[in-house]
């Protein structure tokens, strides 16, 4: 089973690019002044994170947001602005609102 949604995985779903999540981590004010400066260093280190996620046996555990966002923790691209979203309540009715949201687009883009 995966890891539950939070606050910070909900600013890369439904991105699958590492361009795509590194813009909406920079939109969100979640990444690091390092972070911001090196672009392509962030990058790279998100493909190479992508990669191995995708080639790995399917197992239970963290989502690639998860391993994107454990990456960037690692290498101390995210500040305490994208820390405390992962931390954020998951119960308040914002996140849930958004998160229903988000997986209604889902079904609806899988649907058809």
Known sequence: MAEPPNALTLVLFPERTSSGMYDA????????????????????IMDTTIKGFESREPVAGGTLWYVVI?????????????????????????????????LQELWWTLRY
């Open 25 to 44: 981590l920079a939109a969100k004010r979640c990444l690091t002044a390092t972070a911001l400066s090196d672009r392509s260093r962030v990058i790279a």
């Open 70 to 102: 454990g990456a960037l923790l690692e290498k101390r691209f995210l500040n305490e602005h994208a820390r405390a979203r992962l931390m954020a309540d998951r119960s308040s009715p914002t996140f849930t609102a958004r998160l229903r949201a988000l």
